[in-house]
Nanobody, 124 residues
Framework: EVQLVESGGGLVQVGGSLRLSCVAS????????IGWFRQVPGKERGAVSC????????YFTDSMKARFRISRDNAKNTVYLQINNLKPEDTAVYYC?????????????????WGQGTQITVSS
C-alpha cells in the first residue's frame, strides 16, 4: 500500500518559517518525483514546488522560488519543503503527491498518489 504522510504544518506568525515533510512508503522512492501543492477552501489545488527523482526542482512562482526550498533525502524516503518569510496568503492545506517520473511537474494531474495534507495558518 502506498502512503504519503505530510507533517510540519502549524500556526505561525507572519515572517516565520516552517519545514514540511513528506514521508513515502510502499514505493521505490528513488524513482518518484514528488510535488507539493496547496489548497484553500473553494479553490483548486495549486502548485507550489516539485522535485524529480533526478533531483531537478521547480517552483510555481518567483516569490515561492525566493522563499521556499524543496529537497529530498532518498535514504529517509522523505521530501522537505522549507518555507521562510511566511505570508498570510500562504495559509492553506499543503499536500504532497508522488509520480513515477525522473522529471517533476507542477501539474497536479501528473501525480498518482497523495497524502492527507498538513495545515499551515499564518497569522498577522
Amino acid at each position: 500500500e502506498v502512503q504519503l504522510v505530510e507533517s510540519g504544518g502549524g500556526l505561525v506568525q507572519v515572517g516565520g518559517s516552517l519545514r514540511l515533510s513528506c514521508v513515502a512508503s510502499g514505493i521505490t522512492f528513488d524513482d518518484y518525483a514528488i510535488g507539493w501543492f496547496r489548497q484553500v477552501p473553494g479553490k483548486e489545488r495549486g502548485a507550489v514546488s516539485c522535485i524529480g527523482s533526478s533531483g531537478g526542482s521547480g517552483y510555481f512562482t518567483d516569490s515561492m522560488k525566493a522563499r521556499f526550498r524543496i529537497s529530498r533525502d532518498n535514504a529517509k524516503n522523505t521530501v522537505y519543503l522549507q518555507i521562510n518569510n511566511l505570508k498570510p496568503e500562504d495559509t492553506a492545506v499543503y499536500y504532497c503527491g508522488a509520480a513515477l517520473s525522473a522529471l517533476c511537474s507542477l501539474s497536479h494531474r501528473m501525480y498518482d498518489y497523495w497524502g492527507q495534507g498538513t495545515q499551515i495558518t499564518v497569522s498577522s
